[in-house]
């Protein structure tokens, strides 16, 4: 067996208990093949836990965004979780609910009053997502942060591969045991996804992190300028987080996770 994460297939489906124990099986394979890049996790949940202990807004009008960043870092926690637990698809799925927080926060962190408008499901909240595309394509000087394009593109390749039924999200999932066209060869469905090999592994852990750095990014003025509850050093480590794991994944390689699928 190769120094990689242990690929399963029954000729039957895994009843819960075999499935969990699996999943937990998966973690530990994780942590001990992977350990060059979890360090990056520990940078992000302290960039998290300095912006979110003791949270005191400066007016009640700020308490949105703040449980909006506490929903992004649920989603941290949560992607992570899949992820180091061999669901890809779940783990990128979390990641676009991240994203879709990081869309509402910029705009109400660019307009406190909107937080109305986002209660009551209105717009431009009910379609925010077209309304980020066309300014991006329109008016790109009046969105409400510099990211919100990169965002865009990521929630894009998230929503491709890890949303609904559609063909490309359990594609990957099938394989055919046996030869192709014999009586004996049947078709499994894996109930935990793998990377090809390492290195694509590390592309899309980074990938994945790097897009929670972008998250956090959409954050940074408020938290740094209007709320003063983070330092210089924060915003320091943030875009030093976001542009390490960029480069060493150009390192690697230049595809996107979604690319290679």
Not at 3 to 32: C, N, W, Y
Not at 117 to 137: S, V
Not at 167 to 184: L, Q
């Amino acid at each position: 067996m190769s120094e990689k994460t242990r690929e399963i297939v029954h000729d039957a489906p895994p009843d819960l208990i075999s499935f969990i124990g699996m999943e937990h099986e998966q973690v530990l394979r994780t942590l001990r093949i992977d350990p060059e890049d979890m360090h990056f996790v520990d940078h992000i949940q302290g960039l998290y836990t300095a912006a979110t202990t003791r949270i005191r807004p400066k007016e009640v009008a700020d308490l949105i965004v703040f449980q909006l960043l506490t929903f992004t870092h649920y989603h941290f926690l949560f992607s992570t979780a899949c992820f180091m637990r061999c669901h890809l698809a779940e783990a990128f799925s979390s990641l676009r609910c991240a994203i879709d927080g990081a869309f509402v926060a910029a705009h109400i962190i660019h307009d406190r009053a909107s937080q109305t408008a986002y209660m009551d499901r209105k717009k431009p909240f009910d379609k925010l997502l077209r309304h980020y595309r066309n300014l991006a394509r329109d008016r790109p000087d009046r969105l409400p942060h510099a990211l919100i394009p990169e965002l865009i593109l990521r929630h894009d390749l998230c929503s491709r591969y890890a949303s609904h039924a559609d063909a490309d999200v359990f594609a990957h999932r099938s394989r055919i045991v046996g030869d192709e066209g014999s009586p004996d060869a049947y078709v499994t469905v894996e109930y935990f996804q793998f990377a090809r090999d390492k290195t694509e592994r590390r592309l899309e852990f980074l990938w994945l992190l790097n897009a929670f750095v972008i998250v956090l990014d959409v954050f940074a003025s408020f938290l740094h300028d209007e709320q003063g509850v983070v330092p210089d050093a924060w915003v320091t480590e943030l875009h030093g987080l976001g542009a390490q794991t960029e480069r060493i994944r150009d390192e690697l390689s230049p595809d996107e996770p979604g690319e290679k699928r």
